[in-house]
């Protein structure tokens, strides 16, 4: 039986989650599935998306996924490399030739229900180095594009016999004009999809699924306090009623000033404490951590903690057969290479190769797994949650362990680090801007592939307005940076030596007071709300001979996490930080983190 609903086949291109976004913004349900997936599977589909796809090429290769899905009854709209396969299955040929990157206008040359209520012309976004020059013969041409007066043909390419439509453009991202009318038109026109897709609507489907999943266990869900499992929290006990759901908040001595008797408060008060458990883990994890200073070894460290310290808590109740709930959200899964084709950026600590294991063998609820962060506000808003709690900031699963960074004390690419820093010394000449590359890596995104680089530090006369493009010339320089950052303690650096440190729950503790402060002062001057996040990081370093943790402040915009831009605070909320943050024990300096993402991520692990 088809289901109202599209299903997006994500071969790892970057707009592929948008796509689904975008549906459901339009109130068309949309899910995205694994090109693998089994035929049975995307039978449940009104229609399929082809996603584009960063490494894949239809022209170099036979790429494997499921094609037995052309041989199916179900209209299919092929975008970017989705377009060339579509063209290729049926007879079509595409080969390197003409690129095309940014904005074009695409004439529509032939009527199609795809294109209904557009006008002759439309403005649409590229970017690709593979082209349809030939199709089969039950195709044909209905959009051509022109980029700097050059036309480029088969740009959108229909088969009304198959219900088979190819764009080489993306409609999914905003630049696109019309995209979301082109994605309403194939889903609504083409597919026969009713949109009828609301928060409400799938809230209930959603209690529904839950109930299915669960059968009659009884359910354990880890409950952080944060927006995604206490939303999460909140649906099961709908679905199962309070008797069945236990709730375990675990400290982990890696959360916030104070965290988890605020949490143990919260649920109290949106009466989320039938069956609420408490553990202070705290003395196990730190132990756990001791000695560690690979960031992928802490995140699996903290990850199989957290499990457990769930078993020991489970075996305590002797439940019978239970399940593990998780506040999973979408881009958790996609950074932990949760698509076959995408890259492993982090592993996200519901992730770990246990909980893996768990999931296949069917014995993990995740309710959240298709959404983002801003679609489970909404979810929550739905279900009544007080607005301080959806708003908060998100916090990673793996807290403060991942922006305390760690080091050996020992130095093993100086040579790298001094040559990058020499190149862009030397693209700096006469700018009065000094820059300074730190000797600790930190994780980012480069490509849509995992990178760990070094940062550089800038000090002088910076000119805020025009930071971001100075960032861009440095990554372009040096293919050994990801992340820039602006000095805003007063003195220069003049020499900068690593320190053996891991983690501690003295560092811990200095760590919770700066980030408590930079919150506190974020609150206070208005920026709080403006902006997605600000973790607050330690780097032991000691600068000119003095202190032991370098702060960095990382304050970004972003809409769902996915990439991000930084915020720049003003003036006197930079001045505040550093008035303020400097007068804490052992602080070697102060910067804020002014990289996008990519090249880096939101957090520095
Ligand atoms: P990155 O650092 O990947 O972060 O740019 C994107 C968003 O995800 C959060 N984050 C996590 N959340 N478990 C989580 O629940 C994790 O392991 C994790 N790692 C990063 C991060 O805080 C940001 O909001």
């Not at 460290?301 to 999973?328: H, M, R």
């Not at 699963?397 to 990058?420: F, M, N, T």
Request: with cysteine; hydrophobic share 35%.
């Amino acid at each position: 039986m088809r289901e109202n609903k599209i299903g997006i086949l994500d071969f790892g291109g970057q707009y592929a989650h948008l796509i689904a976004t975008k549906l459901r913004n339009l109130q068309i349900l949309a899910e995205i599935l694994d090109p693998e997936d089994s035929t049975e599977k995307f039978r449940e589909y009104k229609g399929l998306i082809l996603s584009g796809s960063p490494a894949l090429s239809s022209f170099d290769e036979e790429s494997s996924y499921n094609k037995e899905i052309f041989n199916e009854d179900i209209p299919i709209l092929g975008l970017c490399f989705g377009h060339q396969e579509i063209a290729k299955y049926y007879g079509g040929k595409v080969e390197h030739r003409s690129r095309e990157y940014g904005r074009a206008i695409l004439k529509i040359v032939a009527n199609s229900p795809i294109f209904d209520g557009l006008s002759e012309s439309e403005t649409v976004w590229m970017s690709h180095g593979d082209s349809v020059v030939e199709l089969g013969k039950d195709f044909c041409e209905i959009g051509i594009s022109l980029n700097a007066g050059i036309e480029h043909r088969n740009s959108a390419i229909a088969s009304e016999k198959y219900k088979r439509y190819g764009f080489q453009f993306h409609p999914e991202v905003d630049d696109t004009t019309n995209g979301e009318k082109m994605l309403f038109n194939f889903a609504s026109k083409v597919c026969g999809v009713t949109p009828d897709w609301k928060m409400e609507s799938y809230k209930d489907f959603l209690i529904e699924k839950i109930k299915n999943e669960a059968k009659n266990r009884d359910v354990f869900l880890l409950a952080s306090g944060g927006v995604d499992s206490t939303v999460c929290a909140t649906l099961l006990i709908k679905s199962l009623g309070p008797e069945r759901v236990h709730l375990l908040h675990i400290d982990n001595g890696l959360l916030r000033k104070d965290e988890s008797k605020e949490v143990l408060r919260l649920f109290q008060k949106t009466g989320l404490s039938e069956n609420l458990h408490f553990r202070d883990a705290s003395d196990k994890f730190i132990n756990a951590l001791n000695g560690v200073i690979e960031p992928e070894k802490k995140r699996k460290i903290i990850g199989d903690t957290f499990i457990k310290i769930f078993e020991e808590e489970v075996n305590k109740l002797s439940l019978k057969d239970p399940i593990l709930a998780q506040g999973t959200i979408y881009p958790d899964t996609i950074e932990t290479k949760g698509t076959k084709r995408a890259d492993l950026i982090k592993t996200h600590h519901n992730r770990v190769p246990q909980i893996l294991e768990m999931i296949e063998k069917g014995r993990v609820i995740e309710p959240l797994k298709e959404l983002y962060k801003s679609e489970v506000r909404k979810l929550g808003e739905e279900l009544a949650l007080p607005r301080s709690l959806i708003y908060r900031h998100p916090f990673p699963g793996p807290g403060l362990g991942v922006r305390l960074l760690c080091h050996s004390g020992i130095e093993s690419d100086l040579e790298k680090r001094c040559s990058a820093e020499k190149s862009i010394s030397e693209m700096l000449k006469g700018s009065d801007i000094e820059a300074k590359v730190l000797p600790i890596k930190s994780v980012g995104v480069k490509a849509d592939l995992r990178c760990y680089d070094y940062p550089v530090i800038l000090s002088g006369n910076i000119d805020w307005q025009n930071i971001e493009s100075l960032c861009s010339s440095i990554y372009q320089t040096s293919k050994e940076i990801n992340r820039c950052a602006v000095l805003l303690s007063k003195s220069k650096i003049e020499n900068i030596s690593l320190i053996n440190a891991t983690i501690t729950r003295e560092r811990l503790d200095l760590l919770k007071e700066a980030d408590f402060i930079v919150s506190k002062i974020l609150k206070e001057n208005g920026w709080y709300e403006k902006i997605w996040q600000c973790p607050t990081v330690f780097l032991p370093l000691n600068i000119n001979g003095k202190g032991r943790e370098f702060i960095v402040i990382r304050p970004v915009y972003s809409e769902r996490g996915m990439t991000a831009r930084p915020s720049l605070l003003d003036e006197k909320t930079r001045t505040l930080l550093v008035d303020s943050l400097s007068k804490l024990e052992n602080i070697s300096g102060i910067a804020l983190d002014v990289t996008t993402k990519p090249p880096g991520t939101i957090e520095w692990e």
